[in-house]
């Protein structure tokens, strides 16, 4: 910790995606907020999947797109900006008001439905992202490759109630993309250890979906087959279900 800033060590290879991609980091808006694969290895910890893209939230896009079209190779849509190597960075812009606020709205008017609740969760992880730094080391030496101070990262309780409402989006359309998110909530699960006071925090419709969903695919042994089925394509490090079962039965309790 330096200055009162938690410090979070990624290693990798010089000039390999990790490094790339907490060198675009370093690069950004520090009002961006850092979701996604990136995040998730913020929070869980090394090993974990590859990733290849940054995501990011924000408010205000409008005011940020043009410093980031000045950072950017291409822009693909006015969402999507392309760099050097191939990393791609998705900003999904957040609503004005809290999550509160937003699922309250929804709730009036007879929702909220998934896509809705991605809105409330999206917009919660934002506004409880904490700040850390994020420093890409050389696997083989351990020293430093480059720093991304003061990054703004969704928390692992964040990331938690992004991906237990993105998943059911995927089903149909992107069957690996709904198994790597399944893969990254059992890790986020398990590592993160959250409690039920630490769930409480969600707004309400947002918990109850949050907690019915991981008792589904975590600990109920229909769902739980499925979920292992989805995931097991990943092994680096093998994903402990008897571990997330658990860890999910500590978060439900009172």
């Given at each position: 910790?330096?200055?009162?800033?938690?410090?979070?060590?990624?290693?990798?290879?010089?000039?390999?995606?990790?490094?790339?991609?907490?060198?675009?980091?370093?690069?950004?808006?520090?009002?961006?907020?850092?979701?996604?694969?990136?995040?998730?290895?913020?929070?869980?910890?090394?090993?974990?999947?590859?990733?290849?893209?940054?995501?990011?939230?924000?408010?205000?896009?409008?005011?940020?797109?043009?410093?980031?079209?000045?950072?950017?190779?291409?822009?693909?849509?006015?969402?999507?900006?392309s760099?050097?190597?191939?990393?791609?960075?998705?900003?999904?812009?957040?609503?004005?008001?809290?999550?509160?606020?937003?699922?309250?709205?929804?709730?009036?008017?007879?929702?909220?439905?998934?896509?809705?609740?991605?809105?409330?969760?999206h917009?919660?992880?934002?506004?409880h992202?904490?700040?850390?730094d994020?420093?890409?080391?050389?696997?083989?030496?351990?020293?430093p490759?480059?720093?991304?101070?003061?990054?703004?990262v969704?928390?692992?309780?964040?990331?938690?109630?992004?991906?237990?409402?993105?998943?059911?989006?995927?089903?149909?359309?992107?069957?690996?993309?709904?198994?790597?998110?399944?893969?990254?909530?059992?890790?986020?699960?398990?590592?993160?250890?959250?409690?039920?006071?630490?769930?409480?925090?969600?707004?309400?419709?947002?918990?109850?979906?949050?907690?019915?969903?991981?008792?589904?695919?975590?600990?109920?042994?229909?769902?739980?087959?499925?979920?292992?089925?989805?995931?097991?394509?990943?092994?680096?490090?093998?994903?402990?279900?008897?571990?997330?079962?658990?860890?999910?039965?500590?978060?439900?309790?009172?």
């Amino acid at each position: 910790m330096t200055g009162g800033v938690d410090r979070v060590v990624l290693s990798g290879r010089p000039g390999g995606t990790t490094h790339r991609e907490v060198e675009i980091l370093a690069s950004l808006p520090t009002e961006l907020c850092l979701i996604g694969g990136l995040a998730v290895l913020c929070r869980v910890g090394v090993p974990h999947r590859t990733t290849v893209d940054l995501d990011v939230v924000t408010r205000g896009l409008a005011e940020r797109d043009l410093a980031l079209r000045r950072l950017a190779t291409t822009v693909t849509d006015p969402s999507r900006y392309s760099f050097d190597d191939g990393v791609d960075l998705d900003v999904i812009e957040v609503a004005p008001q809290s999550a509160e606020q937003v699922e309250a709205t929804f709730v009036a008017t007879g929702g909220p439905t998934d896509l809705e609740l991605s809105v409330v969760a999206h917009t919660w992880a934002h506004d409880h992202a904490t700040v850390l730094d994020v420093v890409a080391v050389d696997e083989a030496t351990a020293e430093p490759l480059v720093v991304a101070p003061g990054r703004r990262v969704a928390t692992t309780l964040g990331l938690v109630a992004m991906k237990v409402v993105v998943v059911p989006l995927r089903a149909g359309l992107r069957s690996e993309k709904r198994a790597s998110d399944l893969y990254d909530l059992g890790r986020l699960v398990a590592t993160g250890r959250l409690t039920a006071v630490d769930l409480d925090a969600l707004p309400p419709r947002l918990r109850t979906v949050a907690t019915q969903r991981l008792v589904d695919w975590f600990v109920e042994p229909a769902g739980r087959d499925r979920t292992y089925r989805s995931v097991r394509r990943f092994d680096d490090p093998v994903l402990d279900l008897d571990d997330v079962a658990d860890a999910v039965e500590d978060l439900i309790s009172v």
